[in-house]
């Protein structure tokens, strides 16, 4: 066998090696392959060492172990080395400035917010948009006042607003001003697609069990509608619905084969 597995680049030596978990593993290595490499080259390595850079084993075939104990010393000086740099090198880097932090923090609020109204989770983007006037109170950073995010946050608190209203009141008349808003828009149009998909599951459901020729069309339907959800969090809402339409329609095939069985046989 050619060593050609678990190659990587070694530092210490600037070439690529083979690289073993454990001593055991480098030696096995040796006393498996020592005979068929030497046929192939003048060389074959014939013991193995701890390399402190890739933090396992390699094979040598130069067979000094005094030599082998002069590399690993020189190995370990040059590792040391490298680290100190390193850290020094890390402690140079100035930390992210705070009000720059807080930015962040405040868009991922907004962010995360923009999914838990996408998902009608009321509450939980209520705790994100807590989270923003926290940030806005707390953190006194007046230039995140006139940032145009503020705009952003605003428009969220005011999406959620109209959110819980129409969970509230199922014939809620849809803001003006929100309509205006293209995620306000898409989650009115999710939520009332999701009444109309989720109430005609069950006559669906009913059309499987009893094998009726009018199941296909109505399932026809009941996806095209699940097809029409839009959104960051189409794919979680379409889920769970497109799978019980899955289980309908198999049902409704097994009553089928059922019935053909059952028109078959005497
Ligand atoms: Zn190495």
Redesign the pocket.
């Known amino acids: 066998m050619k060593p050609v597995k678990n190659r990587?680049f070694?530092?210490?030596?600037r070439h690529t090696?083979m690289?073993f978990e454990t001593q055991e593993k480098a030696e096995n290595f040796i006393r498996f392959n020592r005979d068929e490499i030497l046929q192939s080259r003048r060389k074959a390595p014939c013991r193995c060492y701890y390399?402190?850079?890739?933090?396992?084993w390699?094979v040598t075939s130069n067979q000094s172990t005094e030599e082998g104990i002069l590399l690993d010393q020189r190995?370990e000086a040059l590792a040391k080395d490298l680290r100190e740099k390193y850290l020094k090198r890390k402690e140079k880097v100035s930390p992210i400035p705070r009000p720059k932090l807080m930015r962040y923090a405040f868009y991922e609020q907004l962010r995360l917010a923009d999914v838990h109204i996408s998902m009608f989770d009321v509450e939980k983007a209520e705790c994100c948009l807590a989270e923003c006037r926290r940030i806005l109170q707390e953190e006194e950073l007046e230039w995140l006042k006139k940032d145009a995010m503020i705009v952003n946050y605003q428009h969220q608190c005011a999406i959620l607003d109209g959110l819980r209203s129409l969970l509230a009141d199922e014939d809620a008349l849809p803001d003006e001003q929100l309509m205006k808003s293209s995620i306000y828009k898409i989650c009115a149009n999710n939520l009332s697609l999701l009444k109309e998909i989720d109430a005609s599951y069950e006559g669906l459901m009913e059309l499987a069990q009893t094998g009726s020729p009018q199941f296909p069309k109505a399932r026809h339907e009941h996806v095209t509608l699940i097809a029409k959800i839009k959104g960051i969090c189409k794919e979680q809402l379409k889920a769970g619905r497109m799978e019980r339409a899955d289980e309908a329609e198999e049902i409704y095939q097994t009553i089928l084969n059922n019935r053909k069985i059952g028109e078959e046989s005497p």
Do not use: E, N, P
């Open positions: 990587i070694c530092r210490a030596v090696k690289l390399c402190f850079f890739c933090m396992g390699h190995d």
